[in-house]
């Protein structure tokens, strides 16, 4: 099974500071999304992309996807303790119903 | 407010007992699935329904199975657990496959042990 890899795994920083992760495959995806799931919680839905080349905004949240549509990433300005949490990429491929997750990104920001 | 429901929170179960996982959601979506989540592994897809009695083996059915007969409940069953199937399971559903209306929205999950 193809998976999306991100990175980091983890990633722990100080309130204030910014942060970048990264998902990459070899695979085309025709839509890409970005999820946060908290502890003890179900993932929910950030943002969704679907152009190669887009960039997306969420308040401090930045979301790219990557021109030839292989990878993605997020980029968080100024980060707070409620951002901690657990970052999965879920790509998507054209007519089907699979969605293929990351591996995850670990997030703590610390007060 | 949408809202996808499981059954159980946490669930320990012993080796070869038949499990049943329940999931079930308010919005009339036409798809469901059922994912396990473990480190490192992300979230594989066990099956996916898209529509009642209708269902599609997804990356590991191995050792599962799944039972729609309402739209609104998808049904994960373990027929004989085993150790390795110790995890966190996540029930979802969508709209749609359509992009633009092919959002997930995920229940909490159940935990399962089995001893």
């Known amino acids: 099974t193809q998976l999306l890899e991100q990175s980091p795994q983890f990633l722990s920083i100080q309130e204030g500071e910014n942060l970048t992760v990264y998902c990459n495959s070899s695979?085309?995806?025709?839509?890409l999304q970005w999820y946060r799931q908290e502890p003890g919680e179900g993932p929910v839905l950030l943002v969704t992309v679907v152009t190669g080349g887009e960039v997306k905004k969420l308040k401090r949240l930045t979301f790219q996807f990557g021109d030839a549509r292989k990878d993605s990433s997020l980029h968080i300005t100024a980060a707070q303790p409620g951002d901690t949490g657990l970052y999965l990429c879920a790509g998507a491929y054209s007519g089907t119903y699979k969605y293929i997750f990351g591996t995850g990104t670990r997030l703590k920001v610390l007060a | 407010d949408v809202k996808v429901t499981q059954s159980s929170r946490y669930l320990v179960k012993r080796t070869g007992e038949k499990v049943f996982l329940e999931c079930v959601q308010d919005m009339d979506h036409e798809n469901m699935f059922w994912y396990r989540q473990d480190p490192g592994l992300g979230l594989r897809l066990i099956y996916f329904?898209?529509?009642?009695?209708?269902?599609e083996k997804g990356d590991i059915p191995e050792g599962y199975s799944v039972s729609r007969e309402k739209k609104e409940r998808f049904s994960l069953i373990l027929e004989s657990a085993s150790t390795n199937q110790t995890s966190m399971y996540l029930c979802?559903?969508?709209?749609?496959?359509?992009?633009?209306?092919?959002?997930?929205?995920f229940g909490p999950g159940t935990r399962l042990t089995v001893l």
């Open positions: 695979s085309v995806f025709s839509s």
């Open positions: 329904s898209y529509d009642v009695k209708m269902k």
């Open positions: 979802a559903s969508s709209l749609s496959l359509r992009e633009g209306h092919n959002e997930q929205f």
